[in-house]
């Protein structure tokens, strides 16, 4: 199992950077280990917490990058069937949990609500099946996705191929993240290197 959590928190549930930096090049070195291949990619709830598309392209663009022809990915996130969602358009039912969040639905993009506004404000994305068929799709050859439970789920395999362009501003992205000390993760060079060694080519 190779982890990748590059907000990792500590006990107090606060984001511990160093700690989080280690598990990153750890995983970097998984990376560039080209004999180390994985069977299976999970990807639980992180693309809830992703606020703009292009962000969670990049996701699954270094996620399908990481992928061969024996690789299965597995996506699930809230679906836009959820009850906090609907309870924003006005639905009411006894017969399903009330959430006690208080949530405000954003425009900019369908399925995306603000809270915890008081205290430490975060975004959520619930997506729709075709929302989440068309996210995959970019990336792999074989997306199938269905819906259980208020989630939506994918399973995609046959990585399709590689650009170069794409995969390089996945990187930058990915590991050049934020910190809340106005720091920010600084491993792109790093992660360059370690999908050029893997891919065996230059980005």
Known sequence: MTPFEPYRVDEGDEID????????????????????????????????????????EHIACLCAALADDATRLYAV??????????????????????????LFKLDYEPGITLGDIATSPKVQKYHSQREFYELFKQFFAM??????????????????????????????????????DGSRMGLVEEAISAFEQRLGMKL
């Open 17 to 56: 950077k160093a700690e989080s930096i280690v598990l990153a090049r750890e995983f970097l070195h998984a990376v560039g280990t080209t004999k180390l291949r994985w069977s299976s990619i999970f990807i639980s709830s992180v693309l809830n917490s992703v606020p703009f598309r292009a962000d969670r």
């Open 143 to 180: 997306v199938r996705v269905d819906e259980s439970n208020s989630n939506v789920q994918a399973v995609c395999a046959k990585s399709l191929a590689i650009n170069r362009k794409r995969l390089k501003a996945a990187i930058a992205f990915e590991f050049d993240l934020p910190y809340p």
């Open 77 to 102: 996130a809230s679906a836009t069937s959820h009850i906090n969602l609907k309870q924003l358009s006005g639905y009411h039912s006894l017969n399903e949990r009330q959430s006690g969040a208080v």
